[in-house]
């Protein structure tokens, strides 16, 4: 094989066990994450290349921890915050009054 | 699908608003999505209304694009050279939006067989194919299907011929792969819809094999 990965997403021949086939739903805030994506990169605002940046330095534990669209989840928001489209201030003000909301 | 509601009872109860996605109740990620797309939404980068319809129009992907794609080349051996030509155009001749990104049409011979993988990410021909499996964006498949594919395949119950080549094809962001593979064989007198139904999309991936007997009844 050739040489060390780049990073905890360089998976090509890496071990790893058998592989789950099994069909999963994508849950309706999965497919608002794809959509911000498509949305932010069709506006001009974030770049496909900087979502996969956003992603390739997470970190070997949240890479292996998070789940597909948690790592996109991560990623635009860091990449948003660089940006100054979304500010720190806002974002734990905004989570705060979503988790009043809930029943 | 995932949850565990049967639904062979009376309806005469509410039912909890999208049960799956409510099954662990709201997890930080989720509440740092809907909170950063409240933002986005409020400092009008984008519009409730736009998330919806980009959200329509990936619901309205799916493999049947890819399928009739397949289907063509093997009835059109003229379609058939401008698919792998390229196969954006190929797609948009039948009405199939690619965006930007380019789509390379891999054809499986007697000799060759092509499976497609995204070892970096996720890449995926999702214009003609939908959104990926879960498996396809997984470790397993990422990291085995490049170095052990014959094995990966025998996982999904598709055995090659002995000497058969297998050619692996590593998708990046700008340039997504999808397979066409071989008409099977008692075929011959198909018409396309009846061809269509047989190209599934783990055929298109190429960790299948289209037969004539997974036609429909």
Known sequence: MSAEPIGPHDLGGAPAGPIDAHEHAVAHWEKQVDAMMTLLSERGHLKVDELRRGIETLGADAYERLSYYERWAQSMTTILLEKGIVTPEAIPAKVAEIKARQP | ?217
Request: glycine share 8%; with cysteine; net charge negative.
């Open chain 2, 1 to 217: 699908m995932s949850g565990g509601h049967e639904h062979g009872h009376d309806h005469d109860h509410p039912h909890p608003f999208q049960p799956d996605d409510d099954a662990g109740g709201l997890t930080e990620h989720m509440a740092l999505v809907a909170a950063v797309r409240e933002l986005l939404i409020e400092g009008g980068i984008y519009s409730a209304e736009d998330e919806r319809r980009a959200i329509e129009r990936m619901d309205a992907r799916s493999p049947a694009a890819g399928a009739r794609m397949v289907a063509r080349a093997w009835v059109d051996p003229a379609y058939r050279e401008r698919l792998l030509a390229d196969g954006a155009a190929a797609a948009r001749e039948l009405g199939v939006e690619v965006g930007p990104t380019r789509l390379i049409v891999v054809a499986d011979t007697a000799e060759t067989k092509n499976v497609i993988v995204c070892t970096l990410c996720s890449c995926y021909p999702r214009w003609v194919l939908g959104l990926p499996p879960a498996w396809y964006k997984a470790r397993a498949y990422r990291a085995r299907v490049v170095v052990e594919p014959r094995a990966v395949l025998a996982e999904f119950g598709t055995q090659l011929p002995d000497g058969m080549a297998v050619r692996v094809h590593d998708s990046t962001a700008d340039m997504r792969y999808m397979v066409l593979p071989a008409r099977p064989e008692g075929t011959q007198d198909w018409d396309e819809e009846a061809l269509a139904a047989i190209v599934s999309r783990d055929c298109m991936i190429g960790v299948a094999l289209p037969r004539a007997d997974a036609k429909a009844a």
